[in-house]
């Protein structure tokens, strides 16, 4: 059973470095595709990063070049490096685990979210 726990979080000055970590403190042993997703405050949920099981990483537009998604597979982490924080970094963000079931589908697994606030 999967379980995301998210930390790392916390109140940051603009062009400040973060670094977020996500540990599956399931019984998962399979490498799956894993990302970073994020949700300000009124806003829906986006997608920030993610991490292929082939190994491709894939960036949001907002974050390419300032951003940059690993993972740690002996300790089941998956990490997001962040520089640069702007503002509009602001919100809380999750960590996704999409585990494919037997019937072709992919089940989504969530953490609870850790807010990070960047301010100006």
């Known amino acids: 059973q999967v379980q995301l726990v998210e930390s790392g979080g916390g109140l940051v000055q603009a062009g400040g470095s973060l670094r977020l970590f996500c540990t599956d403190s399931?019984?998962?042993?399979?490498?799956?595709?894993m990302a970073w997703y994020r949700q300000a405050a009124g806003k829906r949920r986006e997608l920030v990063a993610a991490?292929?099981?082939?190994?491709?990483?894939t960036y949001s537009d907002f974050v390419k070049g300032r951003f940059t998604i690993s993972r740690d597979t002996g300790k089941n982490t998956l990490f997001l490096e962040m520089n640069g924080l702007r503002p509009e970094d602001t919100g809380v963000y999750y960590c996704n685990m999409a585990v494919p079931e037997t019937s072709g589908a992919f089940k989504d697994y969530w953490g609870q979210g850790t807010q990070i606030t960047v301010s100006s």
């Open positions: 399931g019984t998962t042993s399979t490498l799956n595709t």
């Open positions: 991490l292929r099981r082939t190994g491709q990483r």
